[in-house]
């Protein structure tokens, strides 16, 4: 039997306490909204026909090779989890506490089938079903078709999309066929969870010569980076820009009520979060790429969001005797950084998630993030001075996404042995949770809300952790990536904010002065 911390068997009990106070006693302030306010154009609910229990996808693509194939991979990544993260969850009823029908909009993303297949109302997810909750789903994301106007070719020089070999319909003319059925409102970017999937079973991917039971269009899109940026560049609609006459963002300032944004472009709207857009303006969003990093399996560079999260390896896709072995097959475990999540999925739905597939998965993440950074180490022990360099190993910032989740910081103990002195700088608690703040360096973002838009809620300005109301950034600390620039990461909405970084510069440099000399140090 697994055994757990004190802090995970505490843990579920109160996130389960604090979800039914949340949304018994609703907080001071909250911003008047309807589910109007959250409209995003895309295929809407009911536009997009029915989505395959993974479990279908399975009997091909799982049980001959945990270490390559889809099904257990998949099985064990937070994107199978999205609906059920008790994180999330707790999340979602603060933010309809907040701003009433947000959560329409975080269901979106967290499972596309039941979004599409008309469960999203109540907005709190009570009617969603156990098949709702297998989260970002095969069928999902293969059913997806690249935003573009009709009649407008998004890859007009690539042959296979055009002209595929066969008698069978050029992806181009299936594409064309859907997005003519939601000609009044297709988006004009990826982005807020702004997809749109086929109504019919058409399950694209990246390969021109599969061969398989059902139809499988080759699709240029399931290999670019804009898939990934649907969900992972995220905006609040019930804020728009203020602009200057230089066109410069100078605030944020509240929509009309039960009115949907005037402006659909993420840049026009308040940034939550903007992993995907952070990519877009690094280095990694290059022809080469970045080379020489631990990522990206049996590639050279890596470029694409899914070189990393879905590391090229080689193997099958799939349990057929005649399905070719590939060297470029990617894995689907779309690994990020939690390790702390997978533990609690049985807790909170047992018997709803394989537990294997989930501990590999995070021992993937673990690896990750053991590789998302590195450290240097420099001691003048004459001075009793030790400097720690932060290097990102990564393509966006480090730390990205969700802003009230995520941070990092740097865990110094330096010690005599002669002296028997020790001390430590970033000293964390696990049973309770609790990070000694004293003189330690974190990387975060905190965002929260101005004094105009406080005194019109009744809530105290500055940084808080109700998102949704959130209409101002008072710090960012977060590393860049390779190829930051100050301007290219401002007009993304995602600048240094109460630090410096110069053009170019991927590393943070920290500096501890110590009470005494060491003879060794840790970090």
């Known amino acids: 039997m697994k055994k757990l911390s004190l802090f995970q068997l505490l843990f579920i009990p109160a996130i389960i306490l604090f979800i039914l106070t949340s949304m018994m006693n609703p907080q001071k302030g909250y911003v008047p909204t309807t589910i109007n306010d959250f409209f995003f154009p895309g295929s809407q609910p009911l536009e997009s026909g029915t989505f395959a229990n993974p479990d279908q996808c399975d009997n091909c693509h799982g049980g001959y090779d945990l270490a390559v194939e889809p099904a257990f991979n998949w099985q064990g990544s937070m994107m199978a989890q999205a609906q059920?993260?008790?994180?999330?969850?707790?999340?979602?009823?603060?933010?309809?506490?907040?701003?009433?029908?947000?959560?329409?909009?975080?269901?979106?993303?967290?499972?596309?089938?039941?979004?599409?297949?008309?469960?999203?109302?109540?907005?709190?997810?009570?009617?969603?079903t156990a098949d709702d909750r297998q989260g970002i789903t095969c069928h999902a994301c293969h059913k997806m078709i690249a935003p573009s106007p009709v009649g407008v070719n998004p890859y007009p020089d690539d042959p296979l999309y055009n002209s595929p070999p066969g008698n069978d319909p050029s992806t181009f003319t299936l594409d064309?066929?859907?997005?003519?059925?939601?000609?009044?409102?297709?988006?004009?970017?990826?982005?807020?969870?702004?997809?749109?999937?086929?109504?019919?079973?058409?399950?694209?991917?990246?390969?021109?010569?599969?061969?398989?039971?059902?139809?499988?269009?080759?699709?240029?899109?399931?290999?670019?980076?804009?898939?990934?940026?649907?969900?992972?560049?995220?905006?609040?609609?019930?804020?728009?820009?203020?602009?200057?006459?230089?066109?410069?963002?100078?605030?944020?300032?509240?929509?009309?009520?039960?009115?949907?944004?005037?402006?659909?472009?993420?840049?026009?709207?308040?940034?939550?979060?903007?992993?995907?857009?952070?990519?877009?303006?690094?280095?990694?969003?290059?022809?080469?790429?970045?080379?020489?990093?631990?990522?990206?399996?049996?590639?050279?560079?890596?470029?694409?969001?899914?070189?990393?999260?879905?590391?090229?390896?080689?193997?099958?896709?799939?349990?057929?005797?005649?399905?070719?072995?590939?060297?470029?097959?990617?894995?689907?475990?779309?690994?990020?950084?939690n390790t702390f999540i997978p533990d609690l999925i049985d807790l909170t739905y047992p018997g709803e998630a394989d537990l294997v597939a989930l501990e590999a998965g995070k021992l993937r993440a673990r690896d990750m993030l053991q590789h998302a950074a590195t450290l240097e180490l420099t001691v003048d022990q004459m001075n009793s001075e030790v400097t720690v360099e932060v290097t990102n190993e990564t393509g966006h910032k480090l730390p990205s996404g969700y802003p009230e989740g995520r941070r990092i910081w740097i865990n110094l103990k330096a010690f005599n042995s002669i002296t028997a002195q020790n001390y430590e700088f970033g000293f964390y608690e696990p049973s309770t949770g609790v990070l000694d703040k004293t003189d330690t360096k974190i990387y975060e973002i905190k965002p929260g809300l101005t004094p105009a838009i406080a005194s019109l809620l009744g809530l105290t300005p500055g940084h808080s952790f109700h998102f949704v109301l959130s209409d101002t950034v008072y710090s960012d600390n977060r590393i860049p990536p390779r190829g930051f620039t100050n301007a290219n990461f401002e007009a993304i909405q995602s600048p240094p904010v109460g630090y410096i970084y110069s053009d170019g510069q991927y590393w943070d440099e920290a500096v501890y002065q110590l009470p005494f000399i060491p003879d060794s140090v840790d970090v």
């Open 176 to 337: 064309q066929n859907y997005l003519t059925t939601i000609s009044d409102h297709i988006p004009p970017t990826n982005a807020n969870g702004m997809y749109i999937c086929d109504d019919l079973d058409h399950r694209r991917g990246p390969y021109f010569d599969p061969q398989a039971n059902h139809n499988t269009p080759y699709s240029p899109y399931h290999s670019e980076a804009k898939i990934c940026g649907t969900c992972h560049d995220v905006s609040n609609p019930v804020y728009s820009t203020v602009r200057d006459v230089n066109d410069e963002i100078i605030g944020y300032t509240p929509n009309d009520f039960d009115t949907p944004a005037p402006d659909f472009s993420p840049y026009e709207m308040f940034p939550v979060e903007r992993t995907y857009s952070e990519w877009l303006m690094s280095e990694y969003n290059t022809p080469t790429g970045v080379s020489g990093t631990y990522f990206g399996g049996n590639k050279l560079f890596v470029s694409t969001c899914q070189d990393c999260h879905m590391r090229d390896v080689t193997g099958k896709g799939c349990n057929k005797s005649y399905a070719p072995i590939r060297d470029d097959l990617p894995l689907h475990d779309m690994t990020g950084g």
């Open 84 to 128: 059920r993260d008790p994180i999330y969850l707790a999340c979602l009823a603060i933010a309809n506490q907040d701003a009433p029908e947000v959560g329409d909009l975080c269901i979106k993303c967290h499972t596309p089938k039941g979004w599409l297949e008309g469960r999203s109302e109540p907005t709190d997810g009570s009617a969603l």
